[in-house]
């Protein structure tokens, strides 16, 4: 047993220079520490990120409340608890908030406590966080790679959020690590010599200003062709629009643009479009095609492209068993994108890959846009396997810690480590 015998949160900065919460929790025998990433473009129905508001620190971004809340309720409530019961100390902070979506401590609070009990029961046990999470953990996520960056993450003026790249094809984690690098750098020189920006974009994408979207891939496959590869082989390609993002309310329409020119486009249309896009370029996985509430469309996109695409709900979804089980349900989505901060612990973020897994869908373990050098998700995404994860471009420290603490984990397993490349689609026909 880790008795826990202090718990202490402060401000730290993440990637974009805006505050977030770093928790220390201290047992009898160790400790350990997690700080919390921050979303751009969140869904209405994740759980809530406390910011003080108070507009004469950091624009009212700070996050001085939600360190207060652990420094004082969250770490009376847990001394004297077992770090390594992690759900009791999940369920105990869930109750003491009592609200439905954590928003009297805060989930950034509450999630910064947790994966930091987390940790200081891995130290306790002077093991990996990933064999803590799972002792038979050894399969690598294969990454999706965010090399060109748009919607909310750069000005790029791009609708389409992310354009990834999969290294299906490599044999290993650190030979796919190697081949998504080498395109993006191959991309970088195609950029330059056409006369763009080679700047990038939150997530480590180049955000050039291009005419229209088709580019944006075109640009890709090129670069993949370039570097040596064979794209719809060694390389798929994977796409975030973060449809909420261009979804009008008020026009009940997707404000889209296609080959350069803005159209006003129903669900069915966006369908469509996915539909031609698809049968055009070697995209396997496609990620908020639609906006969070389209349940009825989320349907008819599964039925009608869920045998060759992986569909994946992020803002539709948020990491919650609830919306998750009603999404399983109706056969809305056949993936499920996981990011802790959306839900606000590491049970329930847990929760919801175990079911996901049971009903036969994929996952896709990812960071936030505004992201630090923690790690954790790396690890998650190994104890969780077989998965995916999503953690940027191979550029800027902030993405990249992440597949340097999978080269880690790669190397520690050494002869055990597995990269299942395109097996992970094997429910989807290519
Ligand atoms: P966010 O974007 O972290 O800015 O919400 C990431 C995503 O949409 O996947
Ligand atoms: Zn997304």
């Given amino acids: 047993m880790s008795k826990i015998t202090d718990i202490r949160a ?8 805006n505050p977030t919460i770093e928790v220390k929790v201290t047992t009898q025998s160790g400790n350990g520490s997690a700080i919390v990433p921050s979303g751009a473009s969140t869904g209405v129905h994740e759980a809530l990120e406390l910011r003080d508001g108070d507009k004469s620190r950091y624009g009212g971004k700070g996050v001085l409340k939600a360190c207060a809340n ?30 439905p979506n954590k928003s009297k401590m805060g989930a950034n609070a509450i999630l910064g406590v947790s994966i930091a009990c987390a940790r200081a ?30 919607g909310k993450h750069a000005d ?15 044999p290993s984690f650190r030979e796919a690590l190697r081949t998504g690098a080498e395109i993006f750098h191959t991309l970088g020189g195609l950029l330059k010599d056409a006369g763009y920006s080679t700047t990038v974009g939150d997530e480590g994408g180049y ?38 993002e261009f979804f009008d309310k008020d026009k009940g329409k997707y404000m889209f643009r296609v080959k350069g020119e803005m159209h006003e486009m129903s669900s069915a249309d966006m369908i469509g479009f996915w539909n031609e896009w698809i049968a055009k370029y070697p995209i396997i996985s ?65 929760d919801a890959i175990n079911l996901a897994h049971e009903s036969g869908w994929t996952t896709v373990v990812s960071h936030r846009s505004g992201e630090t050098e923690d790690t954790t998700l790396a690890d998650l995404a190994v104890a969780m396997g077989p998965g995916q994860i999503k953690t940027g471009s191979l ?36």
Wanted: proline content about 3%; aromatic content about 4%; glycine content about 8%.
């Fill in 70 to 99: 652990v420094n004082g309720p969250l770490k009376e409530l847990l001394l004297g608890k077992d770090a390594s019961d992690q759900k009791a100390v999940d369920e105990a902070m869930i109750g003491l908030d009592g609200t």
């Fill in 207 to 244: 955000a050039p200003k291009l005419a229209h979207q088709d580019m944006a891939i075109e640009f890709i496959l090129k670069a993949v062709e370039v570097a040596g590869y064979k794209a719809g082989d060694d390389i798929l390609i994977a796409m975030d629009p973060a449809a909420s």
């Fill in 10 to 17: 402060h401000e730290v900065l993440d990637s974009r220079g």
């Fill in 286 to 350: 496609i990620e908020d095609g639609l906006h969070e509430d389209d349940w009825a469309a989320w349907s008819d996109m599964t039925a009608q492209m869920g045998d060759k695409l992986q569909i994946v709900g992020d803002d539709f979804l948020v990491t919650s068993v609830e919306r998750l089980k009603k999404a399983i349900e109706q056969k809305a989505a056949n993936s499920i994108l996981i990011k802790m901060n959306q839900i606000g612990t590491l049970s329930e973020t847990i």
């Fill in 121 to 150: 029961g891995a130290a306790e046990r002077g093991i990996s966080l990933y064999k803590y999470l799972n002792m038979d953990a050894v399969t690598l996520p294969v990454p999706m790679m965010n090399i060109l960056n748009g």
């Fill in 395 to 430: 550029s800027r420290s902030d993405r990249v810690a992440k597949y340097n603490q999978l080269l880690r984990i790669e190397e520690e397993l050494g002869d055990k480590a597995v990269f299942p490349g395109r097996k992970i689609f094997s429910q989807i026909k290519m």
């Fill in 156 to 170: 790029s003026g791009l609708d389409i959020q992310e354009f990834m790249i999969m290294p299906v094809g490599a």
